[in-house]
């Protein structure tokens, strides 16, 4: 199993993510209804993300967690929900992939998601 080396791996591992986000009726809610995520608009979006913070390219420069907060002011972001989103990251990841970036990838996320969980703990206190 090879490493994450360019955004072709990237657009694999976001499409194969959001395959298990949107058949699991305990989170595809969020994109499909709260949101209405087109994914072909979507995706791309994904990959320059992840590229900017793994491969060391530029291009994203929108707020995400203000895009967080904002989806949460919707409908409520739980720590169950943030727990699902990362258990199929982790899931795609492994079942694609092996290796530094892959490690790093992972470990992003979960820093990600535990700051935007704080500040939308904070939010609501
Ligand atoms: C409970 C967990 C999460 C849920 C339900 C969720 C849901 C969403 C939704 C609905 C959008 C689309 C927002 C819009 O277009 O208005 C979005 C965008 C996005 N999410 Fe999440 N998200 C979660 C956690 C995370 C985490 C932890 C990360 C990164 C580590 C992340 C990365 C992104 C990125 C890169 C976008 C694209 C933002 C943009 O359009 O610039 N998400 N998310």
Redesign the pocket.
């Known amino acids: 199993m090879n490493d994450i080396q360019n955004q072709g791996d990237l657009y694999l591992l976001v499409d194969e993510f959001y395959k298990k986000l949107l058949s699991d009726d305990t989170?595809s809610y969020?994109?499909t209804d709260?949101?209405k995520?087109k994914l072909e608009e979507?995706l791309p979006?994904?990959v320059t993300?992840w590229s900017q913070a793994i491969l060391g390219t530029g291009g994203y420069t929108?707020n995400?967690t203000q895009?967080?907060l904002?989806?949460n002011a919707k409908e409520y972001?739980s720590p169950e929900?943030?727990k699902i989103?990362l258990n199929h990251f982790y899931n795609t990841v492994d079942e694609n992939f092996k290796g530094p970036k892959a490690e790093q990838i992972k470990t992003?996320?979960l820093s990600?998601?535990t700051i935007?969980q704080i500040k939308i703990k904070n939010e609501r206190s």
């Open positions: 989170i969020i994109f709260v949101v995520i979507h979006i994904l993300f929108n995400l895009i967080h904002d989806v972001l929900l943030f989103w992003q996320a990600i998601g935007m």
